[in-house]
């Protein structure tokens, strides 16, 4: 593994105790340059996972709590008079940083929700007609309450597709719950945590990691689970080509993790259910998202597999 990459995920282990494959693919989500949306019920670590993750790479971090009575304004800033120079001035919102956490996205109205789509997508801001645009690298991490519905706005699917990856972090297991427990017994480790990387060092890994070469064979595997999730009798929708494209960079992000120049078909397994299962509707009623990653699950297991030399460079 990558020198940085191991001090990123040891630096983290300081916080979030038993999360490791999580944190992977956080971090491969954000080499992808793409975004990620957290659902789970509240106190499973979901925000002290972005700010150590922010701590150790050190970036600008910013939070947004996620209201029902919030408007876009809040989020992307607005321009305000200045009496003094007799001009107006733009107060920035808390959108212009470099990892932003927003916090129970589903409690936003969709208009709201909607103004934190250029930012995903373009990587700027359109204010009063004027365009900001953001530096680089920005990250969003949403999160939603699964259980707690009342009063909640359910993202669109068109817009759930802006998100490169949907996880989930789970509660930890036994033994992982005592190391908590043992972890944060006198102090917060957090308070302590200091950066290992710096942010030329995550421009440079995401420049490499879209280098990660794609063999046609895995290119056409990539393919063929797309066409699966289409044809299955249990789905009204399958993935679109921008899902396939979503799991082309996540693969390439997720291979250079294990300091591998090349794609090979265990990386595409290692990201599929997180790319694709949210981008699916089902076929019976209302979307289950553990119904779907298990569909991936078995689409994954159920495609067959190519066995070339997944390095050997082909001309295209």
Not at 35 to 52: F, N, S, W, Y
Not at 99 to 115: C, F, H, M, V, Y
Not at 187 to 198: H, N, Q
Not at 222 to 248: E, I, N, Q
């Amino acid at each position: 593994m990558n020198e940085k990459i191991g001090a990123i995920l040891e630096n983290t282990k300081k916080v979030i105790i038993g999360k490791e494959d999580v944190t992977k693919l956080v971090l491969a989500a954000m080499l992808a340059d793409g975004h990620v949306l957290l659902e789970d019920v509240p106190g499973t670590g979901k925000t002290r996972l972005a700010r150590a993750l922010a701590v150790s790479l050190g970036l600008d971090f910013g939070r947004i709590q996620f209201t029902p009575d919030m408007l876009p304004a809040d989020i992307t800033g607005l321009h305000v008079y200045n009496r003094q120079s007799n001009a107006f001035e733009l107060k920035k919102g808390p959108v212009f940083t470099n990892i932003l956490l927003g916090d129970e996205i589903n409690r936003a109205t969709p208009r709201t929700q909607a103004g934190l789509l250029e930012c995903m997508e373009e990587r700027q801001v359109t204010i009063d007609g004027e365009t900001e645009r953001l530096d680089a690298p920005f990250f969003v991490i949403a999160t939603e309450n699964p259980v707690e519905t009342a009063g909640t706005f359910p993202l669109p699917e068109a817009q759930m597709d802006r998100f490169l990856m949907k996880l989930s972090m789970g509660f930890p297991k036994r033994e992982e719950e005592i190391r908590i427990l043992e972890t944060y017994q006198y102090a917060d480790p957090l308070t302590e945590l200091r950066p290992v990387v710096s942010k030329e060092d995550i421009l440079r890994m995401k420049r490499e990691a879209g280098q990660v070469y794609v063999h046609p064979a895995v290119k056409g595997y990539m393919v063929d689970l797309a066409a699966a999730t289409r044809g299955s009798d249990r789905t009204v929708m399958g993935v679109s080509p921008r899902a396939t494209l979503a799991l082309m960079r996540a693969a390439k992000a997720w291979a250079y993790l294990q300091d591998r120049d090349h794609v090979v078909p265990d990386d595409v397994k290692a990201v599929a259910a997180a790319v694709l299962a949210h981008r699916m509707v089902l076929s019976y009623g209302q979307n289950r998202y553990r119904d779907s990653v298990k569909l991936v699950e078995e689409i994954c297991a159920g495609v067959a597999v190519p066995t070339e030399d997944f390095g050997e460079r082909v001309n295209e």
